[in-house]
């Protein structure tokens, strides 16, 4: 089952911050997002494991609860290089690398 | 570069024709993943092979089939195909299985 995505769309100002959230109905192995630019291929941003952990890169963190199946992704002081579409990609099992994609979350930043 | 090559870049081919695309994962990496992107369905997984072997599968048609190759390269082969096989396909490898996916430029498929 797909895992759904949430806002769909972001409009932000540059050094703004966002918030983009993934929800899934099934018990999670892991979480992993990716942001792709128009044309091009996803780009792996970061993996969160079950256990509650968060993670950082840069100015971008994300968190996975357990408990509820989600994960949230946050993006601090926003550079016009973060626009793009996110997607969560959720893993029930570390034996397959099948991962489900959420929807996408389009993230649109502006000067 | 992810260092995931695929091929051909575009393709363009008409309605009840078979096509194969073509990957090689990145040097060490024996998982190798298939996606399907179309503009109403996001990025769809297909089917993975590891080592050599197939290891997980998604909603893939029965037209399409994969393979893994001693090499460790895989192709994906699409036939019989219709207007609304038109998408990105995506080619994506990594060391294990569970671990983080690099994903090749992709091939897209355009069906007249």
């Known amino acids: 089952q797909q895992p759904v995505q949430s806002p769909q769309a972001v409009i932000l100002r540059e050094g703004e911050d966002a918030v983009i959230n993934c929800s899934s109905s099934k018990a999670l192995y892991s979480v992993h997002w990716y942001r792709q630019k128009h044309g091009e291929a996803p780009v792996f941003l970061m993996i969160?494991?079950?256990?509650?952990e968060q993670k950082g890169h840069d100015k971008i963190s994300a968190s996975f609860n357990e408990k509820k199946q989600q994960s949230s992704l946050y993006l601090t002081a926003s550079q016009l290089s973060y626009s793009g579409t996110y997607f969560c990609g959720t893993l029930v099992s570390g034996n397959t690398g099948k991962l489900i994609f959420g929807q996408g979350t389009t993230l649109q930043v502006k000067p | 570069d992810s260092g995931v090559t695929q091929t051909p870049k575009h393709l363009i081919t008409a309605t009840g024709q078979r096509v194969t695309l073509r990957c090689s994962p990145r040097?060490?990496?024996?998982?190798v993943y298939w996606y399907q992107q179309s503009l109403d369905q996001g990025l769809q997984f297909l089917i993975q092979?590891?080592?050599?072997?197939?290891?997980a599968k998604g909603n893939i048609l029965e037209r399409f089939s994969a393979q893994q190759f001693p090499d460790l390269h895989s192709e994906l082969n699409l036939s019989s195909l219709e207007l609304g096989d038109s998408a990105l396909y995506f080619c994506a490898s990594s060391d294990f299985p569970g671990s983080q996916q690099f994903f090749g430029p992709g091939t897209r498929l355009t069906v007249l």
């Open positions: 040097s060490g990496d024996l998982s």
């Open positions: 969160l494991l079950k256990g509650g």
């Open positions: 092979y590891y080592n050599g072997e197939e290891r």
